[in-house]
């Protein structure tokens, strides 16, 4: 039998028992450095760690697989609330094989679900994507009631999770909140996986060579900092209203190419641009509607676009 909530209003997680699955990813490492300071007892799990990520910091680390139970377990084990970030594949990766993408993120989140049910964890605080559920959007900008058809199963494993969380609380009680993030930008983000169009492009600018843009550059995107994703996620830990699920977003779009005009004009130089072919999975057009989250949880993006574009490229070049 799952523990009642005992979360207030407050965004304060200090002396709670976090777990942040994906800890070394790019939200995740972020989100860690941030709860602790906070003073919340923060336990990272993922895949690989960057042994100076967390040196000197006041996090423990579990390195393990998301799909060992075993190991999950004991992550899971007198945690009071547990952050979802990990993720298996990418928006482009998954519609290659999308059996194995059903595998390895929504059959391993059900195993989860079971483990915090079962060791009474208070709330899951889940990162799905506001960029990837909808699909083509019939009208801009995109509230959580609009109709949600992905063109990837990407996708497709983020809404299933959503409607498993939603299954668990009926059935369980085990609280949850889903948060559709938009394009997270800023510190580790890395520019050498398959997500991350604005780290991606200033490492292409900072090391001279030259911007590669999908399609033609006039697909337009909702972009956040880091720091504003990261806010919403501690708001959401402790947040007690119904409300359940919540786009995470700047609220305006950006062109890739805007992104590129604006990392040349902070670097003091053109770039070479080269167009490659469009990705099917790339829709034209995704900005969120944000009035939701600013209602519920009285939150709203603090860093504008060229102050948090001016941030990460000095955090780039450092």
Same mark, same amino acid.
């Given at each position: 039998?799952?523990r ?20 070394g ?8 450095h ?12 993922g895949?690989?760690?960057?042994e ?64 915090c @049910?079962?060791?009474?964890?208070? @709330?899951? $605080? ?18 959580e ?19 498993y ?11 949850s909140?889903?948060? @559709? ?32 843009i999908?399609?033609?550059?006039? $697909? ?15 708001a ?17 779009g ?6 590129a005009?604006?990392? #040349? ?8 641009r080269?167009?490659?072919p469009?990705?099917p999975?790339?829709?034209? $057009?995704?900005?969120?509607?944000i009035?939701l ?20 490229? #000095?955090?780039?070049?450092?």
């Amino acid at each position: 039998m799952a523990r009642e909530p005992h979360l207030s209003n407050s965004s304060s997680l200090a002396g709670r028992n976090c777990l942040v699955l994906g800890a070394g990813g790019f939200i995740g490492t972020n989100l860690c450095h941030r709860l602790a300071g906070s003073g919340a007892t923060v336990l990272g799990f993922g895949r690989n760690r960057k042994e100076d990520t967390f040196a000197g910091s006041r996090i423990d680390w579990r390195q393990g697989e998301f799909r060992d139970s075993s190991t999950l377990a004991r992550a899971v084990e007198g945690q009071h609330v547990v952050f979802h970030l990990i993720s298996g594949s990418t928006p482009e990766s998954s519609n290659h094989d999308p059996a194995g993408d059903v595998e390895s993120n929504v059959l391993t989140t059900l195993r989860l679900l079971d483990l915090c @049910r079962s060791e009474g964890v208070e @709330r899951v $605080v889940f990162a799905s994507s506001g960029g990837t559920v909808y699909g083509v959007p019939q009208t801009v900008p995109i509230t959580e009631t609009a109709h949600t058809d992905p063109i990837c199963s990407y996708g497709i494993g983020k809404l299933a999770i959503e409607k498993y969380l939603g299954l668990y609380k009926h059935l369980h009680g085990l609280d949850s909140v889903v948060l @559709r993030i938009a394009n997270p930008y800023g510190p580790f983000q890395s520019a050498r996986r398959r997500q991350g169009v604005v780290a991606a492009m200033i490492r292409q600018a900072l090391d001279k060579k030259g911007f590669e843009i999908w399609g033609d550059g006039e $697909v337009v995107r909702d972009f956040l900092h880091i720091d504003d994703v990261v806010n919403a996620m501690i708001a959401a830990a402790g947040f007690a209203g119904p409300a359940r699920v919540m786009n995470v977003g700047s609220g305006t779009g950006l062109s890739i190419n805007r992104i590129a005009d604006d990392i #040349e004009a902070l670097i003091g130089r053109a770039v070479p641009r080269t167009y490659l072919p469009a990705r099917p999975a790339d829709v034209p $057009v995704n900005v969120l509607d944000i009035s939701l989250i600013q209602r519920e949880l009285d939150w709203k993006p603090r860093i504008s676009w060229q102050d948090g574009l001016a941030r990460t490229v #000095e955090w780039a070049r450092a």
